[in-house]
């Protein structure tokens, strides 16, 4: 089992930055591959980003369209923490934003078994 905890949701400015955090528990966190996921009201939930091992020290990135170049996600392997770095706010980025994790092995961009409770982020036009 893994839990996870996600922190660092709120109200900003569109154009402002957030960074949201998900602190991982109950497996050894360098072996999960991470993503985060969102939901806005009425709409499905949808991939925003992942990261997961490639080799060595490397890790792979992966991210929505719509977030690339204005998103950043990032991992601490010794806090056990994934990152999510947000900058260029939009009003279309407000949603539900979920922590996911599985083992790093599992394939598929969006195959993840364990998930956060959510934050909220909020982007005020």
């Known amino acids: 089992q893994v839990q996870l905890v996600e922190s660092g949701g709120g109200l900003v400015q569109a154009g402002g930055s957030l960074r949201l955090s998900c602190a991982a528990s109950?497996?050894?966190?360098?072996?999960?591959?991470m993503g985060w996921f969102r939901q806005a009201p009425g709409k499905e939930r949808e991939f925003v980003a992942s990261?997961?091992?490639?080799?060595?020290?490397?890790?792979?990135?992966d991210y929505a369209d719509s977030v690339k170049g204005r998103f950043t996600i990032s991992r601490d392997n010794a806090k056990s923490t994934v990152y999510l770095q947000m900058k260029s706010l939009k009003p279309e980025d407000a949603a539900v934003y979920y922590c996911?994790?599985?083992?790093?092995?599992?394939?598929?961009?969006?195959?993840?078994?364990?998930w956060g409770q959510g934050t909220q982020v909020t982007v005020s036009s």
């Open positions: 109950g497996r050894t966190f360098r072996s999960l591959k």
């Open positions: 996911a994790a599985d083992d790093d092995w599992v394939a598929g961009r969006y195959v993840y078994t364990y």
């Open positions: 990261i997961r091992w490639s080799g060595g020290i490397t890790y792979y990135a």
